[in-house]
């Protein structure tokens, strides 16, 4: 089975602290996305990394980066954490063989800014 | 602009009845289509799919149907049981390698 886990279930940081966030996945999958979860809003896509140290921005990049040193770790940083990014953060890997296939989920780290 | 429309919020069935979640998208490029269920404080799961070339896809008590035409697709699940009560999201790409958009959810309740 695919497993993409994610370094903390919960998490509660003050505003202008740097904030790491850490996913990891076992089967070898080279696409890696950063979503998070708002009530209303659905899943807005943060940043996507499609191979090692490259990475594009989705929907929603302002107040963070990301790192991708090894393929199989993607890592959401929040450079400077503002109250506006209490949310649900949720990563996911997807393989890029060619063919449509699902992406598989962490399961997701809830993260207060106070 | 809001590429997967899943325009109703919830939805409230009776168990043993059937639950039919829809979805509206814009892009003509896409051409793959996910259903995913998410529990609170849990991640997605993936559901069930359908490739742009088919027009249904079967699952168990899953069924997607898919009117290209019309740029909808549509969950059905026959039939609902409480366990099914979660958060659905409808999905989209435009390709293999391309990103999942997702829509913003319709909230499923099965009531006994």
């Known amino acids: 089975d695919v497993k993409v886990t994610q370094s903390s279930r919960y998490l509660v940081k003050r505003t202008g602290e740097k904030v790491f966030l850490e996913c990891v996945q076992d089967?070898?999958?080279?696409?890696m996305f950063w979503y998070r979860q708002d009530p209303g809003l659905g899943l807005r896509l943060i940043y996507f990394s499609y191979d090692v140290k490259m990475k594009e921005k989705g929907d929603i990049p302002e107040g963070y980066s990301v790192s991708r040193e090894k393929k199989e770790r993607f890592s959401l940083i929040l450079e400077s954490a503002s109250t506006n990014q209490t949310s649900m953060y949720l990563c996911a890997s997807r393989s890029r063989t060619g063919q449509n296939t699902e992406a598989f989920f962490g399961q997701g780290t809830r993260l207060t800014v106070v | 602009d809001q590429q997967v429309k899943q325009n109703s919020p919830s939805l409230s069935v009776q168990e043993g009845r059937i639950s039919i979640l829809n979805c509206d998208y814009t892009n003509s490029m896409f051409d793959y289509f996910l259903w995913y269920k998410k529990y609170p404080a849990e991640g997605p799961t993936f559901l069930i799919s359908i490739s742009s070339i088919k027009d249904k896809n079967e699952d168990g008590r899953f069924t997607v149907f898919l009117n290209k035409s019309a740029k909808h697709l549509s969950l059905h699940i026959v039939p609902s049981q409480p366990g099914d009560s979660a958060v659905y999201f409808c999905?989209?790409?435009?390709?293999?390698?391309?990103?999942?958009?997702f829509g913003k959810g319709i909230t499923l309740s099965v009531r006994p």
């Open positions: 999905a989209s790409n435009t390709g293999a390698n391309s990103k999942l958009t």
């Open positions: 089967m070898d999958h080279e696409n």
